[in-house]
């Protein structure tokens, strides 16, 4: 198998061929992820949530961020894999100033990520096209955006409103031209996330929670490993089901987001 890289990925993605993403925070996971033919994973803050037991991940700071992204490459390297890391800059390490977006993603890029991915749109624009003028592949995020969870009232769906979904609709299109290769949705109606994904040419959206519309999927690996204490997202579905290991979980899910059969557009979060 060849390294997956921006070309293959945007390949993949004139092609029509969905991109499968999970999420990784440790060297093992990362690399029965990239055995199973997950082609990218994400470092995502999530991890102040499953691995920290924080209640959002607003306290997820830059130097755990650092740390889980070294032990996922790690494990990348030892294990000869070949999937494309995305590491998540944590709430405040790119809200002061392009500057900062840029020191902060330089430390997730040494500590061996490919990409970085922030939350917003607007004013984050400037903030993407800064960073990829400048060698760095930007995953950008809307709909649902964790890190501002305060703000937004709770984690529900966004973009439901016609004037909230004309917004993200402009906002994608903004952050296309700055230079985004990929735009996680996170909980946006399954019909918003499919007109956006058409709309951008050269960007792949990646859907959690956003139907079976966009040019990929996303999980939280805890979630669709079925390790949920609480009550579990609509949109999560448990991979460990018929599974005989957490590989056989993880191509299963390769293969229903493959095939399309994963995410259910009847089973939905909004
Ligand atoms: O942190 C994370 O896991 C994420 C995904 C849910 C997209 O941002
Ligand atoms: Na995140």
Sequence with gaps: RK???????????????????????????AAVADAAGVECILVGDSLGMVCQGLSSTVGVTLE???????????????????????????????????????????????????????????????????????GIPVCAHLGLTPQTVHALGGYRVQGKTDESAA?????????????????????????????????????ATIGIGAGSGTAGQVLVLHDMLGMNLGKMARFVHN???GAPSVRGAMEAYVRAVKNV??????????
Aim: hydrophobic share 45%.
């Design 167 to 203: 917004l993200l609709r402009r906002e994608a299109s903004a952050l296309q031209d700055a230079g985004a290769s990929m735009l996680v949705l996170e909980m946006v109606p399954a019909a918003l996330a499919a007109e956006v994904t058409q709309q951008l040419t050269h960007c």
């Design 261 to 270: 059969s994963f995410p259910d557009n009847s089973i939905h979060a909004w």
């Design 64 to 134: 755990t961020m650092r740390y889980h992204t070294e032990c996922v490459t790690r494990g990348l390297r030892r294990s000869q894999g070949v999937a494309w890391v995305i590491g998540d800059l944590p709430f405040g390490t790119y809200h002061e100033s392009k500057e900062q977006a840029l020191r902060s993603a330089v430390v997730l890029m040494q500590a061996g990520a490919h990409m970085v991915k922030l939350e917003g749109g607007g004013w984050t624009t400037e903030t993407v096209r800064f960073l990829v003028e400048r």
């Design 3 to 29: 390294p997956l890289s921006l070309p293959r990925l945007r390949e993949m993605h004139a092609h029509g061929e969905k991109i499968t993403m999970l999420t990784a925070y440790d060297a093992t996971f």
């Design 239 to 241: 991979f460990m089901d």
